[in-house]
């Protein structure tokens, strides 16, 4: 005896009453078949909070892309294009008023305003590495550093890291930018005139009566007891055995003479009216404006 075919009554009949319908068009394809849960589910909300992660990531490897496009596009910085590029900011930065500046009188505050503007300038030309605190420079990809000082008062701080910095030179060399302020009562704006733009390189950044005598002791057959003397006289910051070893290495390698001025202080105090007065007529002394 067949069995009786199976009828749903009116009650029985499938309903789509509370759950999520997804139309014909959406099935096409297996990549576009998701179900998105209604908005005033909850599972909606564990939904986008569990899609949260992907989007970040997507976006974090959109702004890399966008970042890399924009600078394979531009000129790495070379030493070249540094000292070219801070000849050309210096007259451009004579010909404009900015009221920022207007009745500043702080010299790290026109330092740090100017140094920003030029990495600006900068990086709207070139591709360079960021400054990091860890290295503490500019530059860390060319190993230079941006000073910038009154022409009143040519001087500026660097972190104090050894005492061979000043027979043996910062480590980095630097690009000096020396300006002159005034303000413009009329129109309220302060003006920097670069009156000099220089770059010492890193073998040239010792400090010059140190590297000058100890010079002239290796030079006269000096030996490491002269030297020792030499720098406890000069009272380079180091104790015995830290001097006993810096004796050792001059005999070894002869420093280059220095051009800078370094006091003795929580920080080093570099003085730069040498390096203006020798520019261009020194080696390793340069010139750039």
């Excluded at 140094?115 to 990809?141: H, M, V, W």
């Amino acid at each position: 005896m067949g069995s009786a075919p199976c009828v749903r009554t009116a009650d029985q009949q499938p309903t789509n009453a509370g759950k999520r319908v997804i139309a014909p068009s959406a099935l096409e394809g297996q990549a576009r078949h998701r179900l998105i849960p209604a908005s005033d589910s909850p599972t909606r909300v564990r939904f986008l909070f569990a899609l949260r992660p992907r989007l970040v990531h997507r976006r974090r490897e959109l702004k890399a892309s966008v970042q890399y496009h924009l600078c394979v596009t531009k000129p790495a910085l070379t030493i070249e294009a540094l000292q070219r590029s801070a000849a050309e900011f210096a007259d451009l930065e004579k010909a404009y008023g900015e009221p920022l500046l207007y009745g500043v009188t702080d010299g790290k505050a026109v330092g740090t305003y100017l140094e920003q503007k030029f990495r600006r300038y900068l990086a709207e030309r070139y591709a360079f590495d960021e400054g990091n605190s860890a290295k503490g420079i500019d530059f860390p990809s060319l190993d230079v550093d941006t000073k910038t000082t009154s022409v009143r008062q040519p001087q500026s701080s660097c972190p104090f890291k050894s005492g061979r910095q000043k027979i043996f030179g910062l480590g980095y060399s630097l690009l000096v930018f020396v300006y002159e302020k005034s303000d413009d009562h009329d129109a309220k704006t302060g003006r920097l005139d670069i009156q000099h733009v220089i770059f010492v390189e890193a073998a040239r950044t010792g400090d010059f009566q140190m590297t000058r005598g100890l010079r002239e002791v290796v030079e006269k057959d000096g030996n490491v007891d002269d030297l020792m003397a030499f720098m406890f006289d000069k009272q380079l910051p180091v104790d015995e055995i830290e001097a006993k070893r810096l004796a050792k290495e001059i005999l070894g390698n002869k420093p280059e003479q220095g051009y800078l001025t370094i006091s003795n202080a929580l920080q080093w105090r570099l003085q730069y009216s040498r390096v203006i007065d020798q520019a261009g007529s020194v080696s390793g002394v340069v010139r750039v404006r």
